[in-house]
């Protein structure tokens, strides 16, 4: 949109999205680009990432030189997982980068019994690799039944496609407590203000600990290999389309071996 400033000192791009009265979801389908080259490294980063989150930009480069059988440049592949959201994974994955000043919450779900939907909710922010270019995708899900609440598309990690997400899937409900890791979108005062003016108590992920927000990370897997990977979507506005239709899928008819066979909706609705 050539009436958004990206870059204005005051303005912000939601803020600027309501004065022009656009809808901040029309910003999303311009994937962010890169070279062919660094976009098929960042592909196959990606796809390790899946294998092996706790792996760091050593490891990286040397697999990736393996596998590409020419010298991969690991201050080359640290940019590239910094682009990705994957800076600093070791000991675990950080999909999205701690801001040092926001204030960090604890882990509350060590040990935690969830008996219900709509008790504990969850997100988490990844990365969609394109033909030519990127996107990032943030997804609301309930912990008990699986069931992916909202999700929103970005080609930016500011934290306004991750309000948003927010805020569709309370118009669903409301969670008693909300978990994710500790990036700086999550740890922001919009987004934890936005969940105490509901009185839902925050959980973080501990550092380092890739299977705290686990259920949401099984998510990204079955997405990637059940639909990224395979259609390879040419631009975001393809991305949107085919990401409805398998979330649709996924909560609605994909059957979970972790639900007895039934699906996210099934379970979501069935204790409400």
């Not at 009436?3 to 910003?27: A, K, T, Y």
Request: charged fraction near 25%.
């Amino acid at each position: 949109m050539k009436w958004i400033d990206r870059d204005h000192e005051s303005l912000s791009i939601r803020r600027q999205c309501q004065l022009l009265n656009i809808h901040r979801s029309q910003l999303y389908y311009e994937p962010v680009s890169e070279s062919a080259e660094n976009l098929e490294l960042m592909r196959l980063i990606d796809e390790q990432h899946l294998q092996r989150p706790t792996w760091g930009s050593r490891n990286m480069a040397l697999y990736l030189s393996k596998r590409t059988d020419q010298p991969v440049n690991r201050k080359r592949i640290q940019r590239l997982m910094r682009r990705m959201g994957l800076e600093g994974m070791a000991p675990g994955p950080s999909t999205s980068r701690r801001h040092a000043n926001h204030q960090v919450y604890p882990y509350l779900l060590r040990d935690f019994i969830v008996e219900r939907p709509n008790q504990v909710w969850c997100s988490d922010i990844t990365y969609i690799p394109l033909r030519r270019g990127f996107l990032y995708l943030v997804a609301v899900m309930d912990w008990f039944s699986r069931y992916v609440i909202s999700w929103r598309l970005s080609n930016s990690m500011e934290v306004d496609f991750c309000l948003e997400a927010l805020d569709e899937a309370f118009t669903h409900g409301c969670p008693e407590i909300f978990n994710t890791d500790q990036g700086a979108q999550f740890t922001s005062r919009f987004f934890t203000d936005r969940l105490k003016s509901h009185n839902i108590e925050i959980s973080m992920d501990g550092k380092g600990r890739a299977l705290d927000n686990v259920f949401i990370e099984r998510l990204w897997r079955s997405l990637k290999y059940e639909d990224i990977y395979l259609k390879s979507y040419e631009t975001g506005a393809d991305c949107y389309k085919g990401l409805k239709e398998y979330f649709k899928f996924y909560s609605h008819e994909r059957p979970h071996q972790g639900l007895d066979y039934r699906t996210p909706w099934e379970v979501h609705n069935s204790l409400n």
